[in-house]
């Protein structure tokens, strides 16, 4: 049986001398892999379609335990993206948190999109990547199910979150009256909490066009490498390591 899927090349490893075994996320069987028959040969037809970060239009069939590719139509190849070695490490980062986040034949079309549309607007160099990366960790953490909650208290319900702080024990926010329940909780600019809250309920490409400084930026930014660790564990992911090295 012929299986029509788009789908975003995750992991590209060569199988014998001409063959590649790729890791797809699809939309219609979620994250698996294809046999690449021919694809490392420079006159194959599928060849541009196969490349890491290529989103393309897959005709696949079954054989035995794995897929292989019938036909392949390269819709974006994203090639832009690996000419700066920055926009490559938030690309590659984002490309790892999805292939070790979500499971074989597992269809997640939230999370499909989003990272389809986060290519895409790394892609737009006039845009901070490094902001764009943040959107897609906190939605990317509301679509595999670890939202964390920055619209009441998490301890007591109140919505008065002024002066509240962030527990990344408890999952999100504590009003001030609650901060006592967690020890470690954060303190967190009430700008930030809006700043999540807003990109939390609303689409990627609008969030992208939002103006935001610097310090919310990297507050954010601290806020979600300590909640993405203690939530998903040690990811080993290690375009991760060449960003925080970029950064010193």
């Known amino acids: 049986m012929l299986i029509n899927t788009d789908g975003i090349v995750l992991k590209s490893i060569k199988y014998e001398e001409t063959d590649l075994i790729l890791t797809l996320f699809t939309r219609k069987l979620g994250k698996i892999s294809v046999l690449a028959k021919g694809a490392k040969r420079t006159n194959s037809t599928i060849l541009s379609g196969t490349q890491v970060f290529s989103y393309s239009n897959f005709l696949l069939y079954k054989s ?4 292989k590719i019938s ?13 700066d070695i920055d926009l490559l490490s938030h690309a590659s980062y984002v490309t790892q ?5 979500t499971f074989e034949n597992q269809t997640n079309n939230r999370l ?13 160099n006039e845009l901070n990547y490094i902001y764009i990366t943040k959107i897609f960790e906190l939605k990317f953490l509301h679509y595999i199910g670890y939202k964390p909650n920055v619209l009441k208290c998490v301890n007591c319900g ?15 926010m504590l009003c ?9 909780s954060l303190k967190i600019d009430f700008s930030t909490v809006k700043l999540m809250e807003y990109i939390l309920k609303n689409d990627i490409i609008i ?3 939002v103006k935001v400084s610097e310090y919310i930026i990297n507050q954010l930014d601290n806020i979600l490498k300590m909640y993405l660790k203690f939530h998903l564990g040690d990811l080993n992911l290690k375009s991760l ?4 090295n970029s950064k010193g």
């Open 64 to 67: 035995s335990s794995i897929y």
């Open 71 to 83: 036909q392949c139509e390269l819709k974006e190849n994203f090639y832009n993206l690996s000419c």
């Open 97 to 101: 948190l999805v292939e070790s986040s």
């Open 112 to 124: 499909f999109d989003l990272f389809l549309k986060t290519l895409y607007l790394y892609s737009k």
């Open 158 to 172: 109140n919505n008065n979150l002024n002066k509240g702080k962030f527990s990344i024990l408890e999952g999100g």
């Open 176 to 184: 001030k009256e609650c901060a006592y329940v967690d020890s470690s």
């Open 207 to 209: 969030c992208s066009k």
């Open 241 to 244: 390591g060449f960003l925080e």
